[in-house]
C-alpha cells in the first residue's frame, strides 16, 4: 500500500492542468522505465496556451513480451481541471488526512495511474507485452492527446489486443461498475439573423427571438428515442441562450443558442445535425455542429467477464456493465481494440478537496494485476 501511495503522491505533486506538460511525464516516465518499459514521448499543438492549438504532451510505454504473445493496454491522462479554491490543503500538494489521499487528480485519474504501474510489477515480462497509453488532454478538447497517440501506435504497429482505461467509473464502493461503452455526444450552435430597428416601427425590421424561440421549443420537445437494450434514452438539451442587446428601444439583429445531445446507437453525429439543420432551416435559422464522439458499446463477453473475475476476487462485488456517464478518451480507443473502463469511486471528482481511499488504491492496484494477467493468458 505504502509504494502506490507514494506513486500517486508524486503525480499529484506534479501540477497539470489541461493542457498537460513537463514535470508529470517526467514523473511517470521514472515510474515505468525501471520497469522495463521503453517510453515515448512527444508534444502536438503549436498554439497559444488557453486555445484549443495548445501543445499538449503524450507518452507511450512498451515493455515487450515474448513474439507473438498478446498485447493488453492500460490507458488514462495525466491532464487535471483546474483546481479552484478553498481547498483545505493545496490541490497540488497531497496530503493525508485519516483514510483519504487528498489532491486534485485523486480520483480522476493520477490515482488510477498510480495503480496502473504498481500492478505491471507483478505482471511477469514472459506474460506477454503491456504498454502505457497517456495523454495530457483529456480533459480539454482532446485534439492532440489520444487520436495523436492512436496514429502514433498505428504507424510504429503497437496493436493491443485489448485496451483498459481508468476512468473513476465505481458509483458508490470500488468495484460496483464499469463501462462497456458510452453515448456519443454533439454541441451545435444555432444562429437566427434578423434586422435591426426601433421597436416602435417594427415593420422597419425582423426581429430574430421569436424565430429562435419556435426553433428551440421544437427542438426540445423532440423525443429522439425510447434507449436500447444498454444505452438510456438520448437526450436534447439546451445550454445557452445570447441575445446580447443592451438597450430596451432596440430590436436585435441576431438571436443564437446552443444545444447539447448526448446520444446512444441508434443515431450518429451526422444524423443528429441534419435532423436539427433542417428544424433550424425550418424556423430561418443556421445550425453549426461539432461532433465530440459517437456511441460505442464492447458487448459482454470475453473482457468484461476478466474485469468482473478479478473485482469480484478482490471486493467480493459483482461489477454492473454500463453506458451512462460523458464521454471519454474510451471514444477514440474503441477504433484500436475492444475497450472497457474501470477505476475509482467518482464521488469526488472535479470537486474541491478531491480524494481518494487509500485502501482503494491498494486494492485497485491488485484487480489491475489480475486482470492484465488474465487477459494476457
Known amino acids: 500500500m505504502t509504494e502506490v501511495l507514494d506513486l500517486a503522491k508524486r503525480l499529484i505533486a506534479a501540477e497539470s492542468v489541461t493542457p498537460a506538460t513537463g514535470s508529470?511525464?517526467?514523473e511517470l516516465q521514472a515510474m515505468l522505465e525501471p520497469l522495463g518499459f521503453e517510453v515515448t514521448r512527444f508534444t502536438r499543438g503549436d498554439g497559444e496556451k488557453g486555445s484549443p492549438e495548445a501543445p499538449v504532451e503524450n507518452l507511450f510505454a512498451i515493455r515487450r513480451g515474448p513474439e507473438g504473445s498478446k498485447h493488453f493496454s492500460f490507458a488514462g491522462h495525466l491532464d487535471v481541471v483546474p483546481p479552484g479554491g478553498g481547498w483545505a490543503?493545496?490541490?497540488?500538494?497531497?496530503?493525508?488526512?485519516?483514510?483519504?489521499?487528498?489532491?486534485?487528480?485523486?480520483?480522476?485519474?493520477?490515482?488510477?495511474?498510480?495503480?496502473?504501474?504498481?500492478a505491471v510489477k507483478d505482471v511477469p515480462a514472459e506474460a506477454g507485452t503491456i504498454s502505457f497509453i497517456i495523454t495530457g488532454d483529456e480533459e480539454g478538447p482532446a485534439l492532440h492527446g489520444t487520436r495523436a497517440l492512436i496514429d502514433f501506435m498505428r504507424a510504429e504497429g503497437h496493436q493491443p489486443d485489448l485496451c483498459l482505461v481508468g476512468e473513476p467509473t465505481s458509483v458508490n464502493r470500488l468495484g460496483d461498475m464499469m463501462k462497456i461503452g458510452r453515448r456519443g455526444s454533439v454541441n451545435i450552435w444555432l444562429e437566427v439573423e434578423g434586422t435591426q430597428g426601433h421597436v416602435a416601427y417594427p415593420h422597419l425590421a425582423e426581429n430574430p427571438i421569436p424565430k429562435l424561440v419556435a426553433m428551440l421549443a421544437?427542438?426540445?420537445?423532440?423525443?429522439?428515442?425510447?434507449?436500447?437494450?444498454?444505452?438510456?434514452?438520448?437526450?436534447?438539451?439546451?445550454t445557452d441562450l445570447e441575445v446580447g442587446n443592451m438597450a430596451h428601444n432596440v430590436i436585435p439583429a441576431k438571436a443564437e443558442a446552443r444545444i447539447s445531445i448526448r446520444f446512444n446507437d441508434l443515431h450518429s453525429g451526422a444524423s443528429l445535425s441534419e435532423k436539427v439543420g433542417a428544424i433550424a432551416e425550418?424556423?430561418?435559422?443556421?445550425?453549426?455542429?461539432?461532433?465530440?464522439?459517437?456511441?460505442?458499446?464492447?458487448?459482454?463477453?470475453?473482457?468484461?467477464?476478466?474485469?468482473?473475475r478479478a473485482v469480484k476476487e478482490a471486493t467480493g462485488v459483482d461489477p454492473e456493465?454500463?453506458?451512462?456517464?460523458?464521454?471519454?478518451?474510451?471514444?477514440f480507443l474503441r477504433s484500436v481494440c475492444p475497450v472497457i473502463e474501470f477505476g475509482l469511486v467518482n464521488a469526488t471528482m472535479h470537486k474541491r478537496d478531491e480524494a481518494v481511499a487509500i485502501e482503494d488504491l491498494s486494492t485497485l492496484s491488485r484487480i489491475y494485476t489480475a486482470i492484465a494477467k488474465d487477459a494476457l493468458a
Open 24 to 26: 508529470v511525464f517526467d
Open 89 to 118: 490543503s493545496g490541490a497540488f500538494e497531497p496530503e493525508v488526512r485519516g483514510e483519504l489521499l487528498y489532491g486534485r487528480g485523486a480520483v480522476d485519474m493520477k490515482g488510477a495511474i498510480a495503480c496502473m504501474v504498481e
Open 218 to 238: 421544437e427542438l426540445d420537445a423532440l423525443v429522439l428515442d425510447e434507449g436500447t437494450d444498454w444505452f438510456q434514452p438520448s437526450n436534447l438539451e439546451i
Open 282 to 308: 425550418k424556423h430561418g435559422g443556421i445550425a453549426k455542429p461539432i461532433i465530440s464522439g459517437e456511441p460505442f458499446l464492447t458487448p459482454p463477453g470475453e473482457f468484461s467477464d476478466i474485469i468482473a
Open 321 to 331: 456493465p454500463s453506458t451512462t456517464g460523458g464521454t471519454s478518451d474510451a471514444r
